[in-house]
């Protein structure tokens, strides 16, 4: 089975860090560019940062999360990484990822977009 799977959500003070996972099982990542939700209790889906395929290609960041997280990947692992540090308590969603079949990341918010979305992983900061 094709899907991508999210984990390392919780918990975590204000000023805290988190590092989420996105690891696909059943395809390979290194087609696909990787982009990040997050979606909070009464407010619409927010795009966060996405990966090109390569890595090298650049990297994107909302300017909400611009200078604290940042993302990464080992395709080796079949794995991309969103590093989140000095955590606030706006950052509390749940966050998905979800994969493009291009090089480059196209920012898109509409989730016809990509081809996989995880289920989402709870990230939770307290004040």
């Known amino acids: 089975q094709r899907q991508v799977v999210e984990s390392g959500g919780g918990l975590v003070q204000a000023g805290g860090s988190l590092r989420l996972s996105c690891a696909a099982s059943?395809?390979?990542?290194?087609?696909?560019?990787i982009a990040w939700f997050r979606q909070a209790p009464g407010k619409e889906r927010e795009w966060v940062s996405c990966?090109?395929?390569?890595?090298?290609?650049?990297?994107n960041y909302a300017d909400s999360v611009k200078g604290r997280f940042a993302i990464s990947r080992d395709n080796a692992k079949n794995t991309v990484y969103l590093q989140m540090n000095s955590l606030k308590p706006e950052d509390t969603a749940v966050y998905y990822c979800?994969?493009?079949?291009?090089?480059?990341?196209?920012?898109?918010?509409?989730?016809?977009?990509?081809?996989?979305w995880g289920q989402g992983t709870q990230v939770t900061v307290s004040s």
């Open positions: 990966i090109s395929s390569s890595g090298a290609s650049g990297t």
């Open positions: 979800a994969a493009e079949f291009a090089n480059y990341c196209s920012g898109s918010n509409r989730p016809y977009d990509y081809d996989y």
């Open positions: 059943g395809f390979t990542l290194d087609y696909y560019a």
